[in-house]
């Protein structure tokens, strides 16, 4: 990726997710951005939450469809990653979807 390029909240980039350990998403997969931007425009870092096409519906785990495929928002294996580990920007996910999962992160991290 381009080390100038902006990265915006709830847009999707494929990105490398290896290295990884244990139980944690592996491969280059989409993943959906959900820091501010505010942090996007200053760091070299940023919060994604994987999506994937498998796996079980938890609470904690958004439906969507992205590029005509149906598939979940991961919020239980969200990271952070440098840019380095981003491919190629693919799209945005549906505000209605990227809401959700601001929603969903916002109970799971309330006191």
Do not use: W
Not at 60 to 81: M, N
Request: some cysteine.
């Amino acid at each position: 990726m381009v080390a100038g390029d902006e990265v915006h909240r709830g847009e999707v980039f494929l990105i490398n997710l290896n290295p990884t350990r244990g139980g944690e998403i592996r491969k280059t997969r989409p993943c959906v951005v959900v820091s501010p931007d505010e942090l996007n425009a200053h760091l070299r870092t940023f919060i994604i939450a994987p999506l994937t096409t498998g796996g079980h519906r938890y609470p904690f785990r958004i439906p969507c469809t992205f590029r005509g495929r149906g598939g979940h928002v991961v919020l239980d294996q969200i990271r952070t990653v440098d840019r380095e580990r981003l491919v190629r920007r693919l799209g945005k996910v549906a505000p209605r979807t990227l809401h959700r999962a601001l929603s969903v992160l916002q109970e799971m991290f309330a006191p």
